[in-house]
């Protein structure tokens, strides 16, 4: 069975850090690109973050550049996300994607995990 598998998120305060996991089953994730999306409450999913194949990475945009990094761990079948210098603004629900040849877009994926919430207080 496919499946994407996120955790690792929860209630951490401003200014605090988390790292979140994707973990992959039924798939050799190595032969995907993984992307990290987020969904604010009341707002539309965003994109974050992009690991391609060959372990390059882009940003899809300006939100939570500079505090986030992205990497894969291709034995453990995982990639991960840090997210450093979190603010009130951050929480939302922080989702995997994956795609086969490139980046995934929000209407261009193969695989969307459930998701994992990060909440952050003031």
């Known amino acids: 069975q496919v499946q994407l598998v996120e955790s690792g998120g929860g209630l951490v305060q401003a200014g605090g850090s988390l790292k979140l996991s994707c973990a992959a089953s039924g798939f050799a994730l190595e032969s995907y690109a993984i992307g990290w999306f987020r969904q604010a409450p009341g707002k539309g999913r965003e994109g974050i973050l992009c690991i391609r194949r060959s372990g390059s990475t882009s940003s899809y945009g300006d939100s939570m550049k500079g505090r986030v990094t992205i990497s894969r761990d291709n034995v453990k079948n995982t990639v991960y996300l840090r997210m450093n210098s979190l603010t009130p603004e951050d929480t939302a629900v922080y989702y995997c994607?994956?795609?086969?040849?490139?980046?995934?877009?929000?209407?261009?994926?193969?695989?969307w995990g459930q998701g994992t919430q990060v909440t952050v207080s003031l």
């Open positions: 994607v994956t795609r086969r040849y490139a980046c995934p877009l929000q209407d261009q994926y193969d695989y």
